[in-house]
């Protein structure tokens, strides 16, 4: 079997990690979470600069970009990457609502995305990767073998998310997650720099009315067709 590059794009909390992660374990490929990139830079700029509401300073944001150092690393016991944000794992931490309500403006930065799609394009070079992210089948694989886009209902998607966090034990409220979803879909699609947008020949899959199970092997039945 060929190596290919599997792209994944959608709006917020689609599942497309969870789809991406069990199609990189089926098929012995990398995963790379790439809103994980962007999250942990975004902390870090909340750490260092307290962005926030009513606090954001584009300029500082890319002087501090040089100093921020990213990486992927596995864990076996989970059986995915985690993220380390200058060597400090911060998998929890980058999920937090608060990370979730700053990452969309600090990604609408064309600097940062730049930065982080070179980084990307590195990761993918050998193929065998599962991409999973916003620009991933416009921006950083417009040559991938297959590109899903991946959609569902905002009710189904804030559900989901709710029920992510509330699993994990954080105090979250239902309203607040929809709308981050709701604020972030805009942000995310009507930004400057790669626009969410479906790219030309992405394969679109709404999920909104199917169980895990259902939707990988539909999902794991168009990948084989492209081996
Ligand atoms: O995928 P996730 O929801 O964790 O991504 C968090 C945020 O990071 C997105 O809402 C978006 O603003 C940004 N992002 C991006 N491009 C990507 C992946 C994520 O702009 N490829």
Known sequence: NKK?????????????????????KKLNYVYVD?????????????RKLFVSDTN???????????????????????????????GENVEKEIRYMEVSEQVSKVAAVPEVRKLLVEQQQEMGKEKGVVMDGRD??????????????????????AQR????????GDE????????????????DSTREDSPLIKADDAVEFDNSDLDLQEQFDQILKIVEDRL
Do not use: C, W
């Open 4 to 24: 290919i590059t599997i792209a994944i794009d959608g709006f917020s909390s689609t599942g497309k990690s969870t789809v991406a992660k069990g199609l990189a």
């Open 34 to 46: 790439t809103g994980a990139m962007y999250r942990a830079v975004t902390l870090y700029m909340m």
């Open 56 to 86: 954001f300073d584009e300029e500082a944001i890319i002087r501090h970009l040089p100093f921020v150092s990213l990486k992927f690393v596995f864990n076996e016991q989970k059986g995915f990457a985690e993220m380390y944000l200058n």
């Open 136 to 157: 991933i089948g416009t921006v950083v694989f417009p040559d991938a073998e297959l590109k899903i886009f991946m959609t569902a209902s905002t009710e189904k998607r």
């Open 161 to 168: 998310r709710y029920d992510e966090l509330i699993e994990r």
């Open 172 to 187: 979250v409220e239902f309203d607040a997650v929809l709308k981050n979803v709701k604020d972030r879909d805009f942000m």
